[in-house]
T-cell receptor, first 110, second 115 residues
C-alpha cells in the first residue's frame, strides 16, 4: 500500500539553486516525514511535520503540509553537491506504520 | 552511538538454504520494522513489531518470518529463499510519542542475492 507519491521522479539542478520536491498522499494522516537516502545506504530521517502544522524548517530544509490538498513539499535551499540523493516522503495514519513513496532522485551538479 | 545494526551487509546464497538477517538497536525503541527496496518499487514493508512478542504483517510478508523475543532484536528469517527475494533489505526502529511513531532510524542495509 504505497501512500505517498513523490514528484518529480528525478530532478537535476546546479549547485546553489533551490530544489523542490512534492509528495501527494491519499488518506488522512497523523504526520508526514521526509527521508534522504544516499545510493544504496540506509535512509536518514530529515524532518517530521504533524497534521496540525503547516510549515517547518530545519537548516536549509523547509517543509510545507497542505492537508486539504493531501500534499507536502520539501524545499532544499542553496543546494550543494552533497545533497545529491534520493528523497522519500512517508506518512503515518492511525495505527498503520510508516508507508513510503517511491522517492525523488535529486542530482546537484557542481 | 545510537544506531540500528544489521548483519550481514552482503549475502549471496542458494535457493532453499535457510538464512537469517539480524537486526539490533540500542535506543530502547518499541517499534521495529523490516523493508525491502527494489528498483521502481520503492520501499515495501515486510513485517513490523510494536513491541516484544507483538509482530504484524506488512505489505509483502510472503516467504519471510520474524520474531521479537527481546526489545532490541528483530531478526528476519527466510526459511526457503527464492530468487525473487533478491533485494536490498533495511531494518528500522522508532520510539513512540502519543501512540505514534517518531522518525525512524535505519540500518545500513543488507544486499541479498539468491541464486
Amino acid at each position: 500500500s504505497q501512500q505517498g507519491e513523490e514528484d518529480p521522479q528525478a530532478l537535476s539542478i546546479q549547485e546553489g539553486e533551490n530544489a523542490t520536491m512534492n509528495c501527494s498522499y491519499k488518506t488522512s494522516i497523523n504526520n508526514l516525514q521526509w527521508y534522504r537516502q544516499n545510493s544504496g545506504r540506509g535512509l536518514v530521517h530529515l524532518i517530521l511535520i504533524r497534521s496540525n502544522e503547516r510549515e517547518k524548517h530545519s537548516g536549509r530544509l523547509r517543509v510545507t503540509l497542505d492537508t486539504s490538498k493531501k500534499s507536502s513539499s520539501l524545499l532544499i535551499t542553496a543546494s550543494r553537491a552533497a545533497d545529491t540523493a534520493s528523497y522519500f516522503c512517508a506518512t503515518v495514519s492511525g495505527n498503520t506504520p510508516l508507508v513510503f513513496g517511491k522517492g525523488t532522485r535529486l542530482s546537484v551538479i557542481a | 552511538e545510537a544506531q540500528v545494526t544489521q548483519n550481514p551487509r552482503y549475502l549471496i546464497t542458494v535457493t532453499g538454504k535457510k538464512l537469517t538477517v539480524t537486526c539490533s538497536q540500542n535506543m530502547n525503541h518499541e517499534y521495529m520494522s523490516w523493508y525491502r527496496q527494489d528498483p521502481g518499487l520503492g520501499l515495501r514493508q515486510i513485517y513490523y513489531s510494536m513491541n516484544v512478542e507483538v509482530t504484524d504483517k506488512g505489505d509483502v510478508p510472503e516467504g519471510y518470518k520474524v520474531s521479537r523475543k527481546e526489545k532490541r532484536n528483530f531478526p528476519l528469517i527466510l526459511e526457503s529463499p527464492s530468487p525473487n527475494q533478491t533485494s536490498l533489505y533495511f531494518c528500522a526502529s522508532s520510539a513512540f510519542t502519543g501512540g505514534l511513531p517518531r522518525g525512524y532510524t535505519f540500518g545500513s542495509g543488507t544486499r541479498l542475492t539468491v541464486v
